[in-house]
T-cell receptor, first 116, second 112 residues
Framework: GAVVSQHPSRVICKSGTSVKIECRSLDFQATTMFWYRQFPKQSLMLMATSNEGSKATYEQGVEKDKFLINHASLTLSTLTVTSAHPEDSSFYIC????????????FGPGTRLLVL | SQQGEEDPQALSIQEGENATMNCSYKTSINNLQWYRQNSGRGLVHLILIRSNEREKHSGRLRVTLDTSKKSSSLLITASRAADTASYFCATVYGGATNKLIFGTGTLLAVQP
């Protein structure tokens, strides 16, 4: 099946710094990617929908200036957590819509962010 | 919040037993999907059932959907230790983006 990768898998940073997370579709083109956030032992919460060549669509309550999303190519979307704080520590997961399907998504392995 | 709820939150069974997880959602849907997540990993798509379907099978998985009650169940038969994971239902709403809205999840532990 289609593969979605994320990099890095883990990152530890100091408070106030910015962190960039990459999401790549390895063997297919993805015009739409999604970014989720998951707190320990909780469900995934959709943060934003990333559309290639256009601005991302953010869910209610998600600060677009805090979580910058860029989808510059058909295989890469990036999420930048700007001026990170300890409360931004979380598991961030991206997904890409499966080729030829509006309904199924392929998920990346996730990125664990710890802000000290 | 449109997020659905799942029960039980946690389920512990012995290998060989069947595991049943339930999911309830709030609004009309196009389809409902079940995903599996191993600890600290990404999600794997298991099965999709459309709003006009009532039951679907895939290997040891059986999914039912009752749109009148806005609920779905996932049955894993003859469970194995490797089935230990979190299981999430996700509903797809209409619109251009067809976003997935995840339920709260069930943590399944299968004891060998």
């Amino acid at each position: 099946g289609a593969v979605v990768s994320q990099h890095p898998s883990r990152v530890i940073c100091k408070s106030g710094t910015s962190v960039k997370i990459e999401c790549r579709s390895l063997d297919f083109q993805a015009t739409t990617m999604f970014w989720y956030r998951q707190f320990p032992k909780q469900s995934l919460m959709l943060m934003a929908t990333s559309n290639e060549g256009s601005k991302a669509t953010y869910e209610q309550g998600v600060e677009k200036d805090k979580f910058l999303i860029n989808h510059a190519s058909l295989t890469l979307s990036t999420l930048t957590v700007t001026s990170a704080h300890p409360e931004d520590s979380s598991f961030y997961i991206c997904s890409a819509r499966a080729p030829g399907s509006k309904e199924t998504q392929y998920f990346g392995p996730g990125t664990r962010l710890l802000v000290l | 919040s449109q997020q659905g709820e799942e029960d039980p939150q946690a389920l512990s069974i012995q290998e060989g037993e069947n595991a049943t997880m339930n999911c309830s959602y709030k609004t009309s849907i196009n389809n409902l999907q079940w995903y599996r997540q191993n600890s600290g990993r990404g999600l794997v798509h298991l099965i999709l059932i459309r709003s006009n379907e009532r039951e679907k099978h895939s290997g040891r998985l059986r999914v039912t959907l009752d749109t009148s009650k806005k609920s779905s169940s996932l049955l894993i038969t003859a469970s194995r230790a490797a089935d230990t994971a979190s299981y999430f239902c996700a509903t797809v709403y209409g619109g251009a983006t067809n976003k997935l809205i995840f339920g709260t999840g069930t943590l399944l532990a299968v004891q060998p």
